[in-house]
């Protein structure tokens, strides 16, 4: 693993990420390395800043893909995804990464605290660790704990529930203050009274205005969350509509 290089490399003349944009996918096609057929054919769409876009569809539609390709763990194979003004393989992928958060399917935790959790390696500043911990609503985690925010973590966050290691990993991709976020089945795992608790959550960064993609089969995100409604099937989008349009005239 250590000797092997990197498929995704950076440009030599990168440009700076800016603060704001729009994220588009430009007729977007992909397949993975050494596969023979597309998991993805033609997706385009825009996802306008403070806009919330859900995908949804059955299980091998692509979605999760699409989350993929955003902060390039792969690179598409046609057509291109720009964010503001240009291409996102303009940007070193640090830089590019930087203004991204990603909530995957699975949280994630290590050994630690739930503090080192959240910053992940990054120097947070006060003001901006308290934020992500008050917007991730994982301020009541921290509170019934003896040591608070430094209490231990076992590895894989064995000493803590599955909706309270989502509302850390959650902490966790709010604490840059990303202009995108990505959430990938944030809900998959959890039981219904922690999707009403996850659920909240995604209200709140909903009124921060940040940019959100989406993948879900929860209808209640895309009923009280989503702006736009994007139905996947076999790696194409068979509808795109407002979420009020999608629910009251589906196609």
């Known amino acids: 693993v250590l000797s092997t290089e990197n498929t995704i490399v950076d440009k030599d003349d990168t440009v700076m990420v800016p603060s704001e944009g729009i994220l588009a996918f430009n007729d977007v096609s992909f397949k993975y390395p050494n596969a023979e057929e597309n998991v993805?054919?033609?997706?385009s769409f825009k996802a306008l800043p403070g806009e919330t876009v859900a995908f949804i569809g059955y299980t091998g539609s692509g979605k999760s893909t699409i989350v993929k390709l955003i902060p390039r763990l792969f690179?598409?194979?046609?057509?291109?995804i720009t964010y503001g003004d240009h291409d996102i393989r303009d940007y070193r992928q640090k830089d590019l990464r930087d203004h991204i958060g990603y909530v995957t399917q699975k949280a994630i935790l290590f050994k630690g605290t739930i503090k080192s959790n959240i910053e992940f390696g990054e120097e947070i500043d006060e003001f901006a660790l308290n934020s992500a911990i008050d917007i991730a609503q994982a301020r009541e985690i921290i509170s019934e704990k003896e040591l608070g925010i430094d209490e231990?973590?076992?590895?894989?966050?064995?000493?803590?529930?599955?909706g309270q290691k989502q509302r850390v990993a959650i902490a966790r991709a709010l604490c840059l203050n990303p202009e995108i976020?990505?959430?990938?089945?944030?809900?998959?795992?959890?039981d219904p009274e922690m999707v009403i608790e996850v659920l909240e959550v995604m209200k709140e960064l909903a009124k921060e205005g940040m940019t959100m993609v989406i993948v879900t089969h929860e209808m209640g995100f895309c009923k009280t969350v989503a702006n736009r409604i994007?139905?996947?099937?076999?790696?194409?989008i068979i509808e795109e509509n407002n979420a009020k349009d999608f629910f009251d005239n589906p196609k």
């Open 40 to 43: 993805l054919e033609h997706i």
């Open 230 to 236: 994007v139905f996947l099937e076999d790696g194409k």
């Open 152 to 162: 231990p973590i076992t590895q894989g966050g064995t000493n803590v529930s599955g």
């Open 75 to 80: 690179d598409v194979s046609d057509g291109s």
């Open 181 to 190: 976020m990505l959430f990938d089945e944030p809900t998959s795992a959890l």
